[in-house]
């Protein structure tokens, strides 16, 4: 068993950290199963060892983060959990008294734009967003509500903000998922918006409407057709390719060999919900499988565990996956006892 002591600076922050009622508190108590207990601007840290310095990295990131001026959210207090829980503790030469033990630091990437900053919620997150950073060419891949798509959004976001590329082009493959839509009136945008619509609303929440408008027009921002992208060599570009599970291998092959200099490409995409014709294989899933030992190409993987929508979409996700491998193990079964079944040739 742990005993740790927190004082914080300023009784305003620490107020806001221990949430209206304590409600952050009880949160963490709850999580990580520690004894948590307020004195004034003072917490006391009682539980398990390794839970109770969990707990404590998590409380000195949210901390940080309303020194910086954030707010707290549950998600937030939900992410620095996540994050705690799958860290590798850094320590530095600080001691945090009365029980004189060397203190962590929890350290989680962030993207930050004009309009918001993003900190990760999970390692994985964490993970994705410092690969998107160092690499020009990074898979995402994973279930839906892990972040995958709106993270890479928010990097090439801030890329352009920051002049490291001159464009986005955002890019999906127009596959309809298990119904059939028709004809589509409009122009080329405003036929394939309503594919496009999940990038558009996280362009939204890193960039203020009006900029997006003004940055469609000029073409700062694309909507670039998978169709129509053979031919071109995107320069100085961010590129995403959201729901690439739906792509061919002709139309894989085609987009990756788009990446020209000075561009960042991200490619997200869940194997598990591929929509395409039955029997067709999947760009995405065949490129993992060629480009694996490509150097500087980043694959990053998300699981149920990453999932930082509503807690249900977590337990939907794990649900299925439990049905589609025990299908899996069923098939397999089935084309074992078949072969053993076959007549052997003489």
Known sequence: MAHIVLDFDSNRLASALFGQFDENLAYIEQKLGVDVRSKGNQLILRGEATATAQARMALDHLYSLLEKGHDLSKSDVDGALRMASGATPVRDDQMSLPTLE?????????ISTRK??????????????????????????????????????AHAAMLLERGMVERIVL?????EAGERLGFLPGDMKEKVDPYLRPLYDA????IPADKVERALAAGVIEI???AFMRGRTLAH????????????????????????????MMITGDPSQIDLPLGQKSGLVE?????????????????DKDVVRHPMVAAIVRAYEKRGAARTISRQKHIVAEGENTPSET
């Open 287 to 303: 490129a993992l499988e060629i480009l694996g030992d490509v150097e500087n190409i980043v694959t990053v993987r998300f699981t």
């Open 171 to 175: 890019s999906r493959p127009a596959v």
């Open 224 to 226: 670039a057709p998978l």
């Open 102 to 110: 060397t203190k962590t630091r929890l350290s989680a990437a962030q």
């Open 203 to 206: 362009l939204y929440d890193m």
């Open 237 to 264: 570009a961010a590129v995403i390719l959201d729901e690439a599970q739906n792509t061919t291998s002709m139309q894989m092959k085609m987009f990756l060999t788009r990446l020209g200099e000075g561009s960042r």
């Open 116 to 153: 918001k900053t993003i900190f990760a919620r999970t390692p994985t997150q964490d993970a994705y967003m410092r690969a998107m950073e160092r690499s020009e060419l990074v898979f995402g891949t994973g279930p839906a509500g892990t972040g995958k798509t709106y993270l890479a959004v």
